[in-house]
C-alpha cells in the first residue's frame, strides 16, 4: 500500500536516510576526483639581471707627513727583518699605497694563477722606467683590467711610503683583456724623485695588486731587461729598482703584451 495515492510516472521518493547515503557517496566522489588534480605548478621566477661591479677611479697617494715615517727609518735597525716570504695576504695588503681600480668578477685573474715581472729597463731625465708583465700561468683564460694597486717594502722591514700614483702614462684608458693560458699583459711603471741611495733603505719587495680587494701579489725588484723601454738608453741590462721610501711610483694602466 505504499504506492497508494501515486500515479504511474511520479518518481520514487527515497527514505531520508538513503537520500542522505547518496549524497554523503556523491560528495565523496567528488573529494576524490578533486584529490587525483595536481596543484598548477609554481611559476618559475625570471632571472634578475646582474649589474657587473664598478670599477674604481685612479687615485694616488698623499705625500705623508713626517710623523708617518717610522723612527730612525734613515738608519738600519739592530734586529733583522721579518722575511718577505712569510708575510700574510693581510700584511701584504697593509704595503699597498693605492689599490687596484679593476673590480672583482667571476673571470678575473686569481694572484695564484700569475706571474708578475718587471721587464725591460729604461733612464732618462732622473727617471727610471720598466714594464710590470702579468702572464697567466694557470690553465684556463682569466680577465684583467683597470690599473693595478701597488706598494713596496724595504731590506729593512720598513712599509715604504712610497708617492704611489696611477696615471694613463703610455698606456692610454683601460681596456679589459682576456689572458689565455701562458698570454700576458703589461702595465708601464716610472719611479723618480727620492731614489735610494748607497746608505738608505732599499726596495726588498714590490707587491701588485692586481683587482680590488684581492690579495697582492709579491714581485722582485729585479728587472729583466731583454728589451729596453722608454727612450734609447743603449743596450738591454738588467738593474735593480732603487726606490726607496719616499720615491715617486707612477703605474699605467693593463694593456695587452
Known amino acids: 500500500m505504499a504506492n497508494a495515492g501515486r500515479s504511474p510516472g511520479d518518481p520514487i521518493p527515497h527514505p531520508p536516510a538513503r537520500r542522505a547515503g547518496l549524497l554523503a557517496i556523491g560528495a565523496a566522489a567528488s573529494l576524490a ?18 649589474e657587473p661591479a664598478p670599477d674604481a677611479d685612479p687615485t694616488a697617494a698623499p705625500e705623508p707627513h713626517e710623523s708617518e715615517l717610522p723612527p730612525g727609518f734613515d738608519s738600519p735597525p739592530d734586529s733583522v727583518a721579518e722575511p718577505d716570504a712569510s708575510l700574510t695576504a ?13 673590480a672583482v668578477r667571476p673571470e678575473t685573474c686569481e694572484p695564484e694563477d700569475v706571474e708578475v715581472v718587471l721587464s725591460g729597463y729604461d733612464v732618462a731625465a732622473g ?29 729593512w722591514g720598513s712599509t715604504f711610503l712610497i708617492l704611489a700614483e696611477q696615471s694613463p702614462m703610455d698606456s692610454g684608458e ?28 732599499h726596495i726588498s719587495m714590490l707587491v701588485v695588486q692586481l683587482a680590488q680587494d684581492q ?8 728587472i729583466r731587461a731583454e728589451t729596453m723601454v722608454g ?13 726607496g721610501m719616499l720615491t715617486t711610483v707612477r703605474v699605467g694602466a693593463f694593456v695587452a703584451d
Open 215 to 222: 690579495a697582492p701579489v709579491r714581485v722582485e725588484p729585479e
Open 127 to 155: 727617471s727610471r722606467f720598466s714594464t710590470l708583465r702579468v702572464t697567466n700561468a694557470g690553465g684556463d683564460p682569466c680577465a684583467l683590467g683597470g690599473y693595478p694597486g701597488i706598494g713596496a717594502r724595504g731590506e
Open 90 to 102: 693581510d700584511e701584504l695588503a697593509a704595503l699597498l699605497r693605492v689599490p687596484a681600480t679593476g
Open 174 to 201: 683601460p681596456m679589459p683583456l682576456v689572458l689565455e693560458p701562458g698570454g700576458s699583459a703589461s702595465a708601464p711603471i716610472q719611479w723618480t724623485g727620492a731614489l735610494a741611495g748607497a746608505h738608505d733603505e
Open 231 to 243: 727612450g734609447d738608453s743603449g743596450p738591454p741590462h738588467d738593474a735593480r729598482m732603487d726606490v
Open 33 to 50: 576526483v578533486t584529490g587525483c588534480i595536481a596543484p598548477p605548478p609554481e611559476p618559475t621566477p625570471s632571472p634578475v639581471a646582474v
